[in-house]
């Protein structure tokens, strides 16, 4: 589930703020108490270190489990043109790239919604997220590994089919068992 579309996080984003971090780590937390939810993925969390202050604790006090932290590191220059090409479908968010997978010449997606590129997927915006990830980010994830969690680098600088065979060996997973193929 994405928490943009949970009432109480989009009333907050709506008023134009950001979801007040303990109200995030509460969906959170519930959510993934779900017995439903045996296997999960996070994306972006913790983006910082108020959020890792957060989870911390849960994961050390047993309320959460996680196996590992997985970080996808890649340089700078790479990202910057990897998200200069990227593009979107405003429908389904199918995901499209210039470089190694073009979007549909019609500017429309498979689904027959329109193909947007994000406001700030510009070079001054890409620099300053990436900036944010350094100073924000990479010391939130600093944090999980100096607290002993298992946190895996895997140099994602590399093809698609590269990076996920070695998340998967990482994670200790077999090419073929339900969590590997979900991801």
Known sequence: AELRKIPEIQKELGKGN????????????????????????????PRNQEQATELLPRILEGQLHVDSVVV??????????????RSTCSGCGEIYNERNRPAPASGLCFCGAEIVVRADDTLPGIRRRHELYVNRTEPAIQMLENAGLNVLRVDAGRHICLVLRDVVQALGLNSRSPVAASR
């Open 72 to 85: 996808l590191e890649a340089d700078e220059g790479l990202l910057i043109e990897r998200l200069l090409g």
């Open 18 to 45: 950001m979801a007040p971090t303990s109200m995030v780590m509460d969906i959170l937390v519930n959510a993934l108490r779900n017995p439903d939810a045996r296997h999960w993925l996070l994306d972006g969390v």
